[in-house]
């Protein structure tokens, strides 16, 4: 084991300039490479990719949307290798699609009965891919290796933990609860120690439909129904009679098939006369999303298992913490949507170190991710705060719960949200990714935006609402970053020591009250979004606890594209209290937070995107000398007619006509052959 220092980093280039230009900008001295771009072939015999919006068999191509990504080192012989630096596999979630540049003119009859060509070509656009790459002079992928593999929403799941079996996952797929179809909406990941990947689903609530009259049918078949209609409204899924209720209409794909069930599925409607246990229509399909899920690149045939112990919510992330040898490990997540809730999960079953080498790596995934005890956060204005546990039968997750009676620990994971509002967890500014200073165990959190954050609303650790012109909202506009110290800074902790990082703002904003980090020209940023602290040695050969900040932006777009921080941050309670007074529409409310040191230089900006694109996944080679970088939805706003990027394209130089802009893998490498950012 590596010892590490705080501070033992210093940022080694010079920051690089916000940016409107459609192209991805790196400081001098770096060097940018494409690696994997949508619709590229991971098979053999799959074609080039025209990128006209003909191209088919996603099933063996890069799908859309890139986001969480990580790297494991690969030996010769196919095996995890810890220092493997210049062979590997890349795991990357593709979370949603640009939906108008799949098609050669758009998608057909939005609104309508789509097309089954098209709809196919969509869900095996969503998913994971595993790629095996090497390096050589510059990296690129294998086309052809065996590992290659696309995890679609078509790719059969198994599930694991509490609730494999329960009642409430029944369909007429899976009648006995144990297995299910596909991942969707896999936004941010997790790198677990075992050399297995976690991807997470986020948004996966807005690709089913559910009819008017579903309620009543639901509620007709008994207390069960009832319950399952105030779930199916806390995590947002109202009926609609809108004829585009179900992301891109999957659903309508005619005639129904009857026999696969790929596209009815995303119809949750309970059907007239259908079993009231959900065997025979897919009223509980949704029940089989939003959960953490393990997959083993290693092995291309091994089954996806969904990890019911960790909670269903928005998962943005999935973070382990510290291992350390007889200690429980920590899982950290946050449930990205308004006013939602931290949590973190810590397994029954101490580390072991020996399990990192094992070979049956799901198994040892069983071991850590099936039993355990989820906990969800509670911050008090004082900069302390609690870990309180989702467990049956504590506290008020009882059948006497009056706003949901829980019945059972299953009924408590699947309804993770109910749980956490019965003990009064606090509602954050939308938690997305989390990550782990490997020199202190601190666990950090990006709280991107929250358009309803309100001055009356305001508390320590979300203390900001108020105007960033030219938007006339009110809200925190620009987000920022948690952090948190475990007590005794163990993984088993039950209470917790927080304070501010950094807030995001423009450098021209008010610095009293809402550039409260004093950021300037040089690392000003909004919207923070993905978050991950390096692997790299430096050239002593210790960890430097680089953080990484990546942003999704919808509030400083005037200004600038989606760009990517580094820091060398330092901890939690090293600045101190700070006065905030909120204002808007004629009223205030100040509030007292906490708040880390001015990061000053050593917060940087390292990347701005191209336009109209999201910075997402992130990760690095052992030795820290490759940084792998996910450019999401670039010219996201256009489409076939109007081609608002034609990023990556153009990124060795200008194209001649626009081109439809891809999703992309990119690498980073520094001319000098250091490690990136020192
Ligand atoms: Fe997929 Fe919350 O970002
Ligand atoms: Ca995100
Ligand atoms: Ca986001
Ligand atoms: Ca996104």
Same mark, same amino acid.
């Given at each position: 084991?590596?010892?590490?220092?705080?501070?033992?980093?210093?940022?080694?280039?010079?920051?690089?300039?916000?940016?409107?230009?459609?192209?991805?900008?790196?400081?001098?001295?770096?060097?940018?490479?494409?690696?994997?771009?949508?619709?590229?072939?991971? #098979?053999?015999?799959?074609?080039?990719?025209?990128?006209?919006?003909?191209?088919?068999?996603?099933?063996?191509?890069?799908?859309?949307?890139?986001?969480?990504?990580?790297?494991?080192?690969?030996?010769?012989?196919?095996?995890?290798?810890?220092?493997?630096?210049?062979?590997?596999?890349?795991?990357?979630?593709?979370?949603?699609?640009?939906?108008?540049?799949?098609?050669?003119?758009?998608?057909?009859?939005?609104?309508?009965?789509?097309?089954?060509?098209?709809?196919?070509?969509?869900?095996?656009? /969503?998913?994971?891919?595993?790629?095996?790459?090497?390096?050589?002079?510059?990296?690129?992928?294998?086309? *052809?290796?065996?590992?290659?593999?696309?995890?679609?929403?078509?790719?059969?799941?198994?599930?694991?933990?509490?609730?494999?079996?329960?009642?409430?996952?029944?369909?007429?797929?899976?009648?006995?609860?144990?297995? #299910?179809?596909?991942?969707?909406?896999?936004?941010?990941?997790?790198?677990?120690?075992?050399?297995?990947?976690?991807?997470?689903?986020?948004?996966?609530?807005?690709?089913?439909?559910?009819?008017?009259?579903?309620?009543?049918?639901?509620?007709?078949?008994?207390?069960?129904?009832?319950?399952?209609?105030?779930?199916?409204?806390?995590?947002?899924?109202?009926?609609?009679?809108?004829?585009?209720?179900?992301?891109?209409?999957?659903?309508?794909?005619?005639?129904?098939?009857?026999?696969?069930?790929?596209?009815?599925?995303?119809?949750?409607?309970?059907?007239?006369?259908?079993?009231?246990?959900?065997?025979?229509?897919?009223?509980?399909?949704?029940?089989?999303?939003?959960?953490?899920?393990?997959?083993?690149?290693?092995?291309?045939?091994?089954?996806?298992?969904?990890?019911?112990?960790?909670?269903?919510?928005?998962?943005?992330?999935?973070?382990?913490?510290?291992?350390?040898?007889?200690?429980?490990?920590?899982?950290?997540?946050?449930?990205?949507?308004?006013?939602?809730?931290?949590?973190?999960?810590?397994?029954?079953?101490?580390?072991?170190?020996?399990?990192?080498?094992?070979?049956?790596?799901? *198994?040892?995934?069983?071991?850590?991710?099936?039993?355990?005890?989820?906990?969800?956060?509670?911050?008090?204005?004082?900069?302390?705060?609690?870990?309180?546990?989702?467990?049956?039968?504590?506290?008020?997750?009882?059948?006497?719960?009056?706003?949901?009676?829980?019945?059972?620990?299953?009924?408590?994971?699947?309804?993770?949200?109910?749980?956490?509002?019965?003990?009064?967890?606090?509602?954050?500014?939308?938690?997305?990714?989390?990550?782990?200073?490997?020199?202190?165990?601190?666990?950090?959190?990006?709280?991107?935006?929250?358009?309803?954050?309100?001055?009356?609303?305001?508390?320590?650790?979300?203390?900001?609402?108020?105007?960033?012109?030219?938007?006339?909202?009110?809200?925190?506009?620009?987000? /920022?970053?948690?952090?948190?110290?475990?007590?005794?800074?163990?993984?088993?902790?039950?209470?917790?020591?927080?304070?501010?990082?950094?807030?995001?703002?423009?450098?021209?904003?008010?610095?009293?009250?809402?550039?409260?980090? #004093?950021?300037?020209?040089?690392?000003?940023?909004?919207?923070?979004?993905?978050?991950?602290?390096?692997?790299?040695?430096?050239?002593?050969?210790?960890?430097?606890?680089?953080?990484?900040?990546?942003?999704?932006?919808?509030?400083?777009?005037?200004?600038?594209?989606?760009?990517?921080?580094?820091?060398?941050?330092?901890?939690?309670?090293?600045?101190?209290?700070?006065?905030?007074?909120?204002?808007?529409?004629?009223?205030?409310?100040?509030?007292?937070?906490?708040?880390?040191?001015?990061?000053?230089?050593?917060?940087?900006?390292?990347?701005?995107?191209?336009?109209?694109?999201?910075?997402?996944?992130?990760?690095?080679?052992?030795?820290?000398?490759?940084?792998?970088?996910?450019?999401?939805?670039?010219?996201?706003?256009?489409?076939?007619?109007?081609?608002?990027?034609?990023?990556?394209?153009?990124?060795?130089?200008?194209?001649?006509?626009?081109?439809?802009?891809?999703?992309?893998?990119?690498?980073?490498?520094?001319?000098?052959?250091?490690?990136?950012?020192?």
């Amino acid at each position: 084991t590596t010892s590490v220092t705080v501070g033992a980093a210093s940022l080694g280039f010079t920051a690089v300039a916000k940016s409107l230009a459609d192209v991805v900008a790196v400081p001098s001295g770096y060097a940018v490479t494409v690696l994997y771009r949508l619709g590229d072939p991971i #098979g053999s015999g799959v074609g080039a990719y025209v990128n006209d919006g003909t191209d088919a068999t996603f099933s063996k191509r890069a799908g859309d949307h890139h986001d969480g990504m990580s790297y494991f080192g690969m030996s010769a012989t196919g095996t995890p290798d810890a220092n493997g630096n210049t062979r590997g596999l890349l795991v990357l979630n593709h979370e949603n699609i640009t939906q108008a540049y799949l098609h050669p003119n758009g998608p057909t009859n939005s609104g309508g009965v789509r097309p089954e060509a098209e709809a196919l070509k969509e869900m095996e656009c /969503h998913g994971v891919s595993v790629i095996e790459i090497n390096r050589a002079a510059a990296w690129s992928y294998t086309t *052809a290796s065996s590992f290659n593999r696309r995890i679609t929403p078509l790719t059969p799941m198994s599930f694991s933990g509490p609730v494999r079996g329960a009642d409430s996952l029944k369909t007429r797929y899976s009648p006995d609860a144990t297995t #299910g179809r596909g991942t969707i909406n896999n936004c941010a990941n997790g790198t677990m120690p075992w050399n297995t990947y976690l991807t997470n689903e986020e948004n996966w609530v807005g690709y089913f439909r559910r009819e008017v009259g579903d309620a009543a049918r639901r509620a007709a078949t008994g207390p069960a129904g009832v319950k399952a209609n105030t779930s199916l409204t806390r995590y947002g899924k109202t009926e609609s009679s809108s004829s585009t209720a179900g992301n891109y209409g999957w659903w309508s794909v005619t005639p129904a098939d009857t026999t696969s069930t790929i596209y009815s599925r995303w119809n949750i409607t309970a059907q007239a006369g259908a079993p009231a246990d959900g065997t025979g229509d897919f009223r509980n399909e949704i029940f089989q999303y939003g959960w953490v899920v393990e997959i083993d690149p290693f092995d291309a045939n091994s089954t996806p298992r969904k990890r019911t112990a960790l909670g269903r919510m928005n998962h943005e992330g999935c973070q382990i913490g510290r291992t350390i040898a007889g200690v429980k490990p920590a899982f950290y997540m946050g449930d990205d949507a308004q006013n939602e809730y931290i949590y973190k999960f810590v397994s029954a079953t101490p580390w072991s170190g020996s399990d990192a080498t094992a070979a049956n790596r799901l *198994a040892i995934g069983d071991k850590y991710l099936d039993t355990g005890t989820l906990y969800v956060a509670k911050f008090a204005a004082d900069g302390t705060g609690q870990w309180l546990p989702l467990t049956y039968n504590v506290g008020p997750l009882t059948s006497a719960n009056a706003a949901y009676p829980f019945s059972s620990q299953v009924d408590v994971l699947i309804n993770t949200r109910l749980a956490a509002d019965a003990l009064g967890a606090t509602r954050m500014d939308r938690p997305e990714w989390t990550a782990v200073n490997p020199a202190t165990g601190e666990m950090y959190c990006t709280l991107t935006n929250n358009a309803s954050r309100t001055v009356a609303t305001v508390d320590a650790p979300n203390p900001r609402a108020y105007v960033d012109a030219p938007s006339t909202s009110v809200g925190n506009r620009n987000g /920022h970053i948690i952090r948190l110290r475990e007590s005794g800074d163990t993984s088993e902790a039950s209470t917790f020591a927080w304070d501010i990082y950094a807030f995001g703002a423009g450098s021209d904003l008010d610095p009293t009250n809402i550039n409260l980090s #004093g950021l300037d020209a040089t690392n000003d940023f909004s919207s923070p979004d993905g978050l991950w602290f390096g692997l790299p040695s430096n050239a002593s050969g210790t960890i430097a606890p680089v953080m990484w900040i990546e942003t999704d932006d919808g509030a400083y777009t005037d200004v600038t594209n989606c760009m990517l921080l580094a820091s060398v941050p330092g901890i939690v309670g090293d600045g101190g209290t700070r006065s905030v007074t909120s204002s808007a529409g004629g009223v205030s409310n100040t509030v007292t937070t906490r708040i880390g040191k001015a990061p000053g230089a050593a917060l940087r900006r390292f990347l701005v995107g191209p336009k109209e694109c999201e910075i997402t996944g992130i990760h690095t080679t052992p030795d820290g000398r490759s940084l792998f970088v996910n450019i999401q939805h670039p010219g996201e706003n256009g489409g076939p007619t109007n081609i608002t990027s034609s990023w990556p394209a153009n990124q060795t130089g200008t194209v001649t006509a626009p081109s439809r802009p891809r999703s992309s893998t990119i690498v980073i490498t520094k001319n000098d052959g250091g490690v990136v950012g020192l």
